[in-house]
């Protein structure tokens, strides 16, 4: 395999709406302006590493051809979250003709929900008296965080995350042209990984290709500090067996061992959770007890005793519910 610092998520990003794999309903929608040559205002919506800025700059590149660069422009809000950027950037370039012909430009404004109120206003207004010379397409992770007068401004498109074959599929693909071999096992830890990113399951796959042309499930797990799916099944049992000693050690491998984050083992344990085969109301109790660790790690609570304390929760919760017999 060619050594190369090329990232891939940039370097195999597709460049045409066609290319893109998953978002099928939407690539078509997406198609018919194409066609037609028009274009409303746009608000993509999704979690993030599912295609809506990959969206957002295919449909300008089709929609443009060669003068695209010229007439696309892109904005990240996080950047400047103020009233300053839509007064300043985003009306100076909103506010010009287009170029090559085109009948408007395309500003593309990349984590809108982190505009302040103020600035999400300041944008309607802009979005109003430009329209003419341009749309606008806003992209989110959290649609509710747009103001009601933007939203109905805009065509939503509501992105889901990417489904297993889809992520699985590009995988296959980037791995043929890098010539490197990916076993199954490694595809389907990416994909568990992944969790409908695409950008996660890409980095994880460059990262293990820089160890070997031959990747192994184990070794996607290593590289990226997750636990495999059979080690988080092993520490929920031994919870539900209410071996407190046992699960600490447990619990403490992977943590200290293993250098796996608190809050990436809460997320693990919290899918293996929700598809275990147990009692309903000590499910509910187990994700409660979750939520609570969770909530308390982001507060910025000690990781090792509020991870130490979940355990105990979950522990007694589970000799309640009868999952084993008391003093077992």
């Not at 904005?75 to 839509?86: C, K």
């Not at 599929?169 to 990113?197: C, H, L, T």
Request: aromatic fraction near 6%.
């Amino acid at each position: 395999m060619e050594e190369s610092t090329t990232i891939w998520i940039e370097k195999y990003r597709p460049r045409t709406l066609s290319d893109m794999v998953g978002q099928k309903d939407i690539v078509s929608r997406l198609q018919s302006y194409l066609q037609t040559k028009t274009l409303p205002h746009l608000l993509f919506t999704g979690s993030a590493g599912i295609g809506k800025t990959t969206a957002a700059v295919a449909l300008a590149r089709e929609f443009y051809g060669d003068t695209w660069q010229m007439n696309f422009r892109e904005l990240n809000a996080s950047d400047e979250r103020g009233i300053d950027v839509v007064r300043n950037q985003i009306k100076q370039f909103a506010r010009t003709t287009a170029l090559g012909g085109a009948s408007f430009k395309i500003l593309f404004l990349d984590e809108a929900d982190a505009l302040t109120p103020d600035a999400q206003a300041a944008l309607r207004r802009t979005m109003e008296n430009y329209a003419q010379n341009c749309r606008f397409i806003l992209s989110c992770n959290y649609s509710s965080k747009i103001i009601d007068p933007i939203q109905s401004r805009c065509a939503i498109y509501r992105f889901r995350p990417l489904d297993p074959e889809a992520i699985a599929e590009e995988i296959r693909r980037i791995a043929s042209a890098e010539k490197i071999s990916v076993s199954p096992d490694a595809i389907d830890a990416m994909v568990y990984i992944a969790q409908g990113d695409m950008r996660k399951a890409i980095n994880a796959l460059q990262g293990a290709a820089l160890l070997s042309d031959d990747i192994s499930g184990e070794m996607v797990y290593a590289i990226t500090s997750n636990a495999r799916p059979d080690e988080i099944a092993a520490l929920i049992d031994v919870v539900l067996a209410g071996d407190f000693e046992r699960a600490e050690g447990v619990l403490h491998e992977l943590l200290t061992g293993r250098g796996i984050a608190p809050n990436e083992l809460l997320t693990q344990c919290y899918r293996a959770l929700v598809a275990a085969p147990i009692d309903r109301l000590l499910k509910v109790e187990l994700i409660s007890h979750l939520g609570e660790a969770d909530f308390r790690l982001s507060e910025g609570a000690t990781s090792d005793i509020q991870m130490e304390a979940l355990l105990a929760r979950c522990v007694l919760s589970a000799r309640m519910h009868g999952a084993l017999p008391p003093g077992g």
